[in-house]
């Protein structure tokens, strides 16, 4: 049997990837998750939750995040990632 391994063309976009990350915390349906979603307000997240949504990016990105970045939004989340996974 033949098993492709994933090629950067077909990889999951950062976007798509942290969205997945997000939605899996609290097995929203990824069809709730939007860049301008506040995690307190509209997803209902608490510390727990982000802290948990922090540590999962920082180890499938090998980046680190340090508590004193605002992040209040999904956006919030896939701005950093984006522009720190891409200077990894």
Do not use: N
């Amino acid at each position: 049997m033949y098993v492709s391994t994933t090629s950067a063309t077909h990889s999951p976009s950062i976007e798509q990837q942290v969205f997945r990350i997000i939605s899996k915390r609290k097995a929203i349906r990824a069809s709730r998750v939007r860049k301008t979603a506040s995690l307190a307000r509209d997803l209902r997240f608490d510390t727990v939750d982000v802290v948990d949504i922090i540590l999962e990016l920082e180890r499938s990105f090998s980046i680190v995040i340090p508590d004193e970045v605002p992040l209040y939004t999904v956006g919030d989340f896939v701005r950093y990632v984006r522009a720190h996974a891409a200077a990894a």
